[in-house]
């Protein structure tokens, strides 16, 4: 159901801006939004300077929440770690194409996991480095900030990206899916979605919004309709 061609984009509010004291609370909050999944954000502390939750963590949100965990996993030798997320019970997973060994490998474990592969790509790793996966994969993952903490402005390069691997994408009708992470806000996301971008991941706009709910609705609800290219 969510990984096919779409006419509406999906929201993954990142559980990493939230208050880690009131989890349960955020998680509530989440259930009852028009969130469409929680993207959980997991550090190794050597592919980027920071760690962030385990797999406790993981399990107690999965118990908590109706939606689906789209987990991106910032860790380097990505293959080490594929069985244990699918055990924490994630939807879909996301490595870095720089710290993987064998893309093809990867995502072939992933799916032999039961879960949906994403490839995700620092800002400055251009896309020619998952030209070989995109019908593999289910969803490129354009990073618009470096990754290893949330809370970051958002990087304008991003856009042009996202049109070239909407293009990419175009030539062979690919249904892999695009999302962008970092510094998404209600300033940038409609433009994102004209560029082709079809998962939005935002954390800091929505735990600090006043009103997360109505932050992710605002997100939820720029219409494809006016979008040029959807
Ligand atoms: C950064 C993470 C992002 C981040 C997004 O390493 O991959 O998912 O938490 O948070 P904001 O929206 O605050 O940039
Ligand atoms: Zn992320």
């Known amino acids: 159901m969510y990984f096919c061609s779409m006419n509406h984009h999906l929201i993954a509010p990142s559980i990493l801006a939230a208050d880690f004291s009131n989890l349960g609370r955020a998680v509530e909050m989440l259930n009852r939004s028009q969130a469409d999944w929680i993207h959980v954000d997991v550090m190794d502390g050597h592919f980027v300077p920071n760690i962030s939750m385990g797999f406790p963590a993981l ?8 939606l689906p965990l789209d987990v991106h996993i910032m860790f380097e030798q990505p293959a080490l770690w594929i069985q244990r997320f699918a055990d924490a ?4 997973l996301s490595i870095h194409a720089e710290a993987s060994l064998n893309l093809e490998e990867d995502i072939n474990h992933i799916h032999d996991a039961g879960m949906k592969a994403g490839i995700a790509l620092n800002p400055d790793t251009p ?7 995109l019908m593999q994969a289910d969803m ?5 900030v470096n990754p ?4 970051q402005s958002f990087k304008s390069g991003t856009f042009e990206k996202v049109k070239q691997l ?8 690919h249904e892999t899916l695009i999302e962008v992470d970092g510094g998404v806000d209600a300033a940038n996301a409609r433009k994102l979605l004209d560029a082709g971008a079809d998962v ?8 600090k919004a006043a009103d997360a709910v109505k932050m992710i609705k605002t997100l939820k609800e720029l219409s494809s309709d006016n979008l040029t290219d959807h």
């Open 127 to 133: 896309l020619s480095r998952v030209q070989h996966v």
């Open 140 to 144: 490129i993952l354009i990073m618009s």
């Open 166 to 173: 909407k293009a990419m994408l175009d030539v062979n009708h």
């Open 148 to 151: 290893g903490f949330g809370g």
């Open 200 to 207: 939005l991941v935002a954390g800091s706009s929505i735990f």
């Open 59 to 66: 399990k107690a949100i999965r118990l908590n929440s109706t």
């Open 89 to 92: 019970g994630a939807y879909s």
